[in-house]
């Protein structure tokens, strides 16, 4: 009997220990098709989150207003306003939250002294710190495709998520 056990475990450590076929990594190239397909889900989606958005606006208090790279502001007449050239350094922070108003992550993000066209962040982020004046803050309403797109940021923010910026100049 204590053979057969003996027996039976060996066989069932064997089994267990026997490492499953992996497949080794190896670059993929997308096809035309694939680039097509991932293109439309990109503009379907945009389009979808953009009615979306607006849908949400309508419905606050607060007048938000489109701005040129596909993102709204609570600043009326932005984009007329003097815009920061590359090389001009700019402190800032902001916090992020879901369109229920709910904040994501307790502390700010933020850099201090940091050179435009050097940004490490989204651009609509970077884009609208480009108007704001010091000590001037201001609410984007950010689309995922301008926020942390398909992958979300691998944390808290999921995949296509749009999201609440409230950023403030430094």
Same mark, same amino acid.
């Given at each position: 009997?204590?053979?057969?056990?003996?027996?039976?475990?060996?066989?069932?450590l064997t089994?267990?220990?026997?490492q499953p076929?992996? +497949?080794?990594?190896?670059?993929?190239?997308m096809t035309?098709?694939?680039?097509?397909?991932?293109?439309?889900?990109?503009?379907?989606?945009?389009?979808?989150?953009?009615?979306?958005?607006?849908?949400?606006?309508?419905?606050?208090?607060?007048?938000?207003?489109?701005?040129?790279?596909?993102?709204?502001?609570?600043?009326?007449?932005?984009?007329?306003? +003097?815009?920061?050239?590359?090389?001009?350094?700019?402190?800032?922070?902001?916090?992020?939250?879901?369109?229920?108003?709910?904040?994501?992550?307790?502390?700010?993000?933020?850099?201090?002294?940091?050179?435009?066209?050097?940004?490490?962040?989204?651009?609509?982020?970077?884009?609208?710190?480009?108007?704001?004046?010091?000590?001037?803050?201001?609410?984007?309403?950010?689309?995922?495709?301008?926020?942390?797109?398909?992958?979300?940021?691998?944390?808290?923010?999921?995949?296509?998520?749009?999201?609440?910026?409230?950023?403030?100049?430094?």
């Open positions: 009997m204590k053979k057969v056990i003996y027996i039976a475990s060996l066989i069932l089994a267990c220990a026997k076929n992996i +497949h080794q990594s190896e670059e993929r190239t035309e098709s694939d680039l097509e397909i991932s293109k439309n889900r990109t503009k379907e989606l945009n389009d979808l989150e953009r009615l979306q958005i607006q849908d949400w606006i309508n419905s606050q208090s607060v007048k938000y207003y489109p701005m040129g790279m596909n993102y709204w502001v609570n600043i009326p007449n932005l984009e007329n306003k +003097h815009r920061k050239n590359d090389g001009e350094k700019v402190s800032y922070e902001y916090y992020i939250y879901d369109f229920d108003r709910t904040k994501v992550y307790e502390t700010p993000i933020g850099n201090t002294n940091v050179t435009f066209g050097r940004f490490n962040e989204m651009d609509a982020v970077e884009d609208v710190i480009r108007y704001l004046e010091k000590g001037q803050e201001a609410e984007l309403l950010i689309p995922s495709v301008l926020a942390y797109g398909t992958y979300g940021d691998n944390k808290k923010i999921t995949n296509d998520t749009p999201l609440i910026i409230k950023v403030k100049v430094l």
